[in-house]
């Protein structure tokens, strides 16, 4: 069974960084690629980033742009989010998510794995 492992959220002061992590216990062939999503008490799931486990097809959130980063780790079959110049409207819990090839890679529909939320919170 497949499963994704977060690690690395917590409290900042606005402007500070955080890394987030997020190891895939097995990567199946099925599991294309990989997004970052963040969701506030307001319950809708925001697209943050994406990536293919190649590298490539990366994508970002309107409001993350310019401030975070999203790559892989083939090797340790694990998924970052370097997340700088942090502002009190990036808190949030943050999933990382893994889904199979094919488009519409800003829904959380498409995606097939979750991993468990870490919290982000970032203080003014």
């Not at 090839?101 to 970032?122: E, I, L, N, R």
Request: proline content about 2%; aromatic content about 12%.
């Amino acid at each position: 069974q497949v499963q994704l492992l977060q690690s690395g959220g917590g409290l900042v002061q606005v402007g500070e960084s955080l890394r987030l992590s997020c190891v895939v216990s097995e990567r199946p062939s099925r599991i294309y690629a990989m997004g970052w999503f963040r969701q506030t008490t307001k319950h809708v799931r925001e697209f943050v980033a994406h990536i293919a486990w190649s590298g490539d097809q990366t994508n970002y959130g309107d409001a993350v742009k310019g401030r975070f980063t999203v790559s892989v780790d083939n090797a340790k079959n694990t998924v970052y989010l370097q997340m700088n110049t942090l502002k009190s409207e990036d808190t949030a819990v943050y999933y990382c998510a893994g889904r199979g090839w094919g488009p519409d890679q800003m829904s959380p529909a498409v995606y097939d794995y979750w991993g468990q939320g870490t919290q982000v919170t970032v203080s003014s």
